[in-house]
């Protein structure tokens, strides 16, 4: 068999704001592989079946992130098409953090997990709802929020791909949910498909109002950072907990440019925690019970998941820079095969 | 015997900025009591011999905290001169929440804390080293920064009633310890009666760069929020602990003045950790063992203390101001009789 184009997305430069989808990234078509003599060196060969772009993603693009030059990389789903190790065989789907290329070459002790071959859910939901995201939502909750059935949760972000489950896990255990996002059309997703007991739109509404009418709040799963934390921190009740996930209004800024948070005066009085969490420090802890309870609700539709596909490797960095934006609607993923 | 005079310190109207010790508190030396005949229901009679003053009080000076016209309170040394319970009698000195003024009287359930007849430190001290402030420094340590052996840690206000304490604790501990304090006399005095690691004065010293020379930071015992605080976010070390128990910078500011902080963006990736803390919430968890451990070692001098002794009952809030703008030296506290 000839060689066969192996097309890859490189970083290409530090973004000033917003990536810049023609010259930060570099979509290389330069680079061929023989399907059936590429030496494996022990390893094994996989096609890419779906890429995951996230909102960390940004933070990488900073100086001291990825090398200029280098490979994005990401959560993604692959095929296995050859392999000289036991640890994987022929038509396995592994789910492992994958270069931005259609097919890569994999050392035998490389970190993957094995999905199961009747899933009653699809492979790209094992990137979403039942992959990192979902398990940011899981873990954070759960090792951070240390949630409790009648207490009240604020979700930013809601109809993100973390959001989403953080709602859905939230109202399976118990708690009110208010969830803020940016469109009338996610407020009406996140009442009427999630269920949860209020929603609104951060850009037509206040956020400080919205949390009072609510009630005040003894969770916030901070997915944002900026004006809507500190209204949060005002919101609190006390003894409340803050999960540090995510701070997307601030990554495409100056430092110059950050908004200043001017509410842990009240930590004080109110006792409030607030931490920050990467999804990787819990996965030893809560790895097994999450796979043994989210894929199982999401095949029985007690937790919903909505996708935004983008077709082919090339468009990736379009993908990337509408998560960025807020412009997708549910998990963003590439399908790259 | 006849009536004599019971005069007490009244909280008269909410400050702006700095409390105003002739317009918002009052001495009122109206009232008087027999001390042989007045009745005590069941209760007890005492006589106060100190009162302690702390940056706390500034924060009850605010509306929503104490109501115009009602007497001060703060921790204070008493002695019992009737009483007709059982749980104290004549002569016990008592460690309470003690009205400003001269005479009390109590009822039988009043929460108090019996001191020991032979104590090896003076009763002064059960306000300072020994009291709220030490118990806040303990309490505050032990459960929110969960110290360890070679960490490092940096505390604010560290030449204060509750800083000095942070700073001698966690050299018993084994810990790396640098304070910031508002003159060159409080670091002499950090570096050469403390004996702490480093010490820097903040009002000509960049927190920031005295932080980066140190090598960072694991734990941050807050006492004043604004900027240093930012400063120290940016220095925390991965998994880093922030008890944030004091926002001085902030009591005598308006709203609108207060400084934003920038950088809880790096909590994130560097899974800080940051709580409020109020002393009297660890109380039941920590209280036997710290009055078990601190008296001792203060009596043993493996602890030293410094007390800012101000004379008679009406000038407390004068002593309460000096705390304020952090020019009193060491632990303030008000004689009484």
Redesign the interface.
Known sequence: MAPIPNPKVLFAAYPAGYPDVKKDFKYDTSESIDLETAPLNGGFLTKTLYLSVDPYMR?RMNVGGWALGSLFEGYGISEVLRSETDKVKKGDILYASTKFQAYQVWPADAKVRILPKTSEIPYSVYMGAAGMPGQTAYFGLKAVGDPKAGESIFVSTAAGAVGQLVCQLAKAWGLRVIGSTGSDDKVEFLLNELKIDAAFNYKTASTAEELKKFGGIDIYFDNV?GPT?DAALDAMNKFGRII????IS?YNQK?EE?????N???????????????VN?YAAQYSDEFYATVPKMIAEGKIKYSEDVTEGLEHAPDALVKVLKGENKGKAVVKVA
Chains 1, 2 share one sequence.
Do not use: D, F
Not at 258 to 262: E, F
Not at 269 to 277: A, L, N, P, S
């Open positions: 933070g950072g934390l540090v996930c995510g701070h601030m430092p950050r908004y200043g948070i001017k842990t005066y009240s930590m004080i009085y109110k006792e409030v925690k607030m931490q920050g969490m990467l420090t």
